[in-house]
Antibody
Framework: EVQLVESGGGLVQPGGSLRLSCVAS????????MHWVRQGPGKGLEWVSR????????NYTDSVRGRFTISRDNAKNTLYLQMNSLRAEDTALYYC??????????????WGQGTLVTVSS | QTVVTQEPSLTVSPGGTVTLTCASS?????????PNWFQQKPGQAPRALIY???NKHSWTPARFSGSLLGGKAALTLSGVQPEDEAEYYC???????????FGGGTKLTVL
């Protein structure tokens, strides 16, 4: 079964740091781009970051660039999101998502269940 | 800052047909934006419905279809069921340093 399981969320003070993890199973992890997507309380989905299968290429949404770092360990089938200088507006449920790019076919599935990050004093 | 716009809310009667749209502030949406559509119900993670404009996943009910319509990506539900009441999000590819952008979501009410 293809599965993604996030962990690492919690309560952190403004300016603090957290590292999220996403363990993948049921597929060849290194074959896929992986993304982080977040959803603030009562809000819509926001794309956060992505990383190439081999880890060579990364991108970020403007609001987190310079503060967040996406990485992966293909030997451990694990995706990470290092979040520094956290702000109240980073409070959200963070999902990891698998992304297949195969010619003109580009899809996003599955999604993990999410890990909750709360930034508050 | 690229903005992707969806209808905030729509209401449809059971058995009816409704079309949700997804527009980009950069211009007309084409297949090169690789439109993806997701359904999210309260308390659940999003679920993929449509990829690359009009392709269905194996689990996507036949009543859902994707297309390009008037410069926008579109998701049409034909023969709406009560269980289709949910939030629907589109996702578009824009390239560059911030390649993927979600729409704000459409809350679909079946009434």
């Amino acid at each position: 079964e293809v599965q993604l399981v996030e962990s690492g969320g919690g309560l952190v003070q403004p300016g603090g740091s957290l590292r999220l993890s996403c363990v993948a199973s049921g597929f060849t992890f290194s074959d896929y781009w992986m993304h982080w997507v977040r959803q603030g309380p009562g809000k819509g989905l926001e794309w956060v970051s992505r990383i190439h299968g081999a880890g060579r290429f990364t991108n970020y949404t403007d609001s987190v660039r310079g503060r967040f770092t996406i990485s992966r360990d293909n030997a451990k089938n694990t995706l990470y999101l290092q979040m520094n200088s956290l702000r109240a507006e980073d409070t959200a449920l963070y999902y990891c998502v698998r992304n297949l790019v195969q010619g003109v076919n580009v899809w996003f599935d599955p999604w993990g269940q999410g890990t909750l990050v709360t930034v508050s004093s | 800052q690229t903005v992707v716009t969806q209808e905030p809310s729509l209401t449809v009667s059971p058995g009816g047909t409704v079309t949700l749209t997804c527009a980009s502030s950069t211009g007309a949406v084409t297949s090169g934006y690789y439109p993806n559509w997701f359904q999210q119900k309260p308390g659940q993670a999003p679920r993929a419905l449509i990829y690359s404009t009009n392709n269905k996943h194996s689990w996507t009910p036949a009543r859902f279809s994707g297309s390009l319509l008037g410069g926008k990506a579109a998701l049409t539900l034909s023969g709406v069921q009560p269980e289709d009441e949910a939030e629907y999000y589109c996702l578009l590819y824009h390239g560059g340093t911030q390649p993927w952008v979600f729409g704000g979501g459409t809350k679909l009410t079946v009434l």
